[in-house]
């Protein structure tokens, strides 16, 4: 009992130790099944959605919402840091490691815990110390992990918040793009009417950097899927959504154009769809409402024929964008009630304004709807 009780606790820090290692050093992702931050995030996740869809839509539901990346970072952390905790103090009390005590006091369970705490925050209080010079070694190596533990936390969240600053980026720059939310018929309407064609392949060329950059850093880091953008209405899988509806759009609609660029970027996007799905292993699923209504796909053939593009006939494209969006969409959709993000339509045809024409300020004097001077829909805008 006492070897199989070595083994356990042993295994326990092991299992600690290595999740840390993947979650945080590994800059790739795992495919092992059992994983403890996995199930840390599932077991966590699905009460705080429960939670905040209990608030009514609003500010207060987007902040629960926005808080828990950033919090689940720091109860990840003191899981860590307790399975280590418990893992070290088992250790000890399978070893029966001597100690010095308080006089009067009673060796068990607890006094272990207790200095296998002090030991792994390095607290050094000194009223209960190992003897023997197993459990000195031990509390060597205890405090050692709990320094290093801390210091590799420490040089994470940097690079972490890097990587979220560099997603935003690009998804403040689509909001005079393409909207907000963004869609992708918005933004190829707008590019079309600054009758600078070669402004889409610029455009799809940094739609695709960013696209490689959202794969790479959200599957070594998938806990940034979780940080909301910092307006409700934005996201970074909008962006995707508008990105890969955009691409779909050139490739179904649109003739005498060159559009070897759309097809990178339309791969690149579908990659990342596809592989976070399998990170997060939710099942695709199909739309219950059509993203891109009839009405909405003739305004829309409308827009661009005025700004000169020229088209395929409607029903090839149709047929060609219809199997192009199977690709793709039921991935964004999987991922949207998942992550409780809005997928955009591929084109809106009501009245919007974008975020860099609004302020809270104007909200409060003038409103919305006396600003007299903005575009009244996204395809009037140049």
Not at 171 to 193: C, K, T, W
Not at 242 to 257: G, R, S, T
């Amino acid at each position: 009992m006492a070897l199989l009780s070595v083994l356990g606790s042993i295994a326990l820090l092991v299992l600690v130790l290595l999740d840390g290692f993947e979650t945080m050093v590994l800059p790739r992702r795992v495919t092992r099944r059992f994983r403890l931050t996995r199930y840390f995030y599932r077991t966590l996740w699905t009460p705080w959605k429960a939670l905040a869809r209990r608030l009514p839509p609003g500010r207060m539901r987007e902040g629960l919402f926005s808080m828990f990346g950033p919090a689940s970072i720091l109860l990840l952390f003191a899981c860590w840091m307790t399975g280590l905790t418990i893992g070290f103090a088992w250790l000890h009390w399978s070893l029966d490691t001597i100690i010095h005590m308080p006089v009067g006091d009673q060796l068990g369970w607890f006094e272990y815990l207790y200095m296998s705490g002090t030991t792994i925050f390095t607290l050094g209080y000194g009223d209960i110390v190992p003897v023997d010079s197993l459990g000195r070694f031990l509390a060597v190596v205890e405090a050692g992990t709990g320094f290093g533990f801390l210091a590799v936390v420490i040089g994470y969240l940097p690079v972490l918040y890097q990587a979220f600053s560099r997603r935003e980026t690009i998804i403040a720059m689509l909001d005079a793009r393409a909207g907000s939310p963004p869609s992708g018929g918005a933004l190829l309407v707008r590019a079309a009417q600054s009758h600078d064609l070669d402004a889409i392949r610029r455009l799809l060329q940094d739609l695709e950097q960013w696209s490689a950059e959202v794969l790479e850093s959200h599957l070594s880091f998938p806990v940034l899927s979780y940080y909301r953008s910092q307006h409700d209405n934005q996201s970074w899988l909008a962006a995707l959504a508008a990105a890969l509806d955009a691409c779909a759009l050139l490739l179904a609609m649109v003739k005498d154009l060159q559009l070897y660029q759309a097809q990178l970027t339309f791969a690149m996007a579908r990659h990342a769809a596809v592989d976070l799905v399998l990170v997060f292993k939710v099942p695709p699923r199909t739309a219950a409402n059509d993203r891109l209504s009839d009405s909405a796909f003739l305004h829309l053939r409308e827009a661009l024929a005025k700004a000169g593009i020229q088209l395929h006939d409607e029903p090839q494209s149709r047929a060609k964008l219809a199997e192009l969006r199977a690709m793709y969409e039921p991935f964004l959709l999987a991922m949207g009630d998942y992550f409780v993000f809005a997928v955009p339509p591929v084109f809106r045809e009501t009245v919007t304004v974008d975020n860099w024409q609004t302020s809270a300020w104007m909200r409060r004097t003038a409103g919305i709807g006396q600003l007299g001077s903005l575009p009244p829909r996204d395809d009037h805008f140049v």
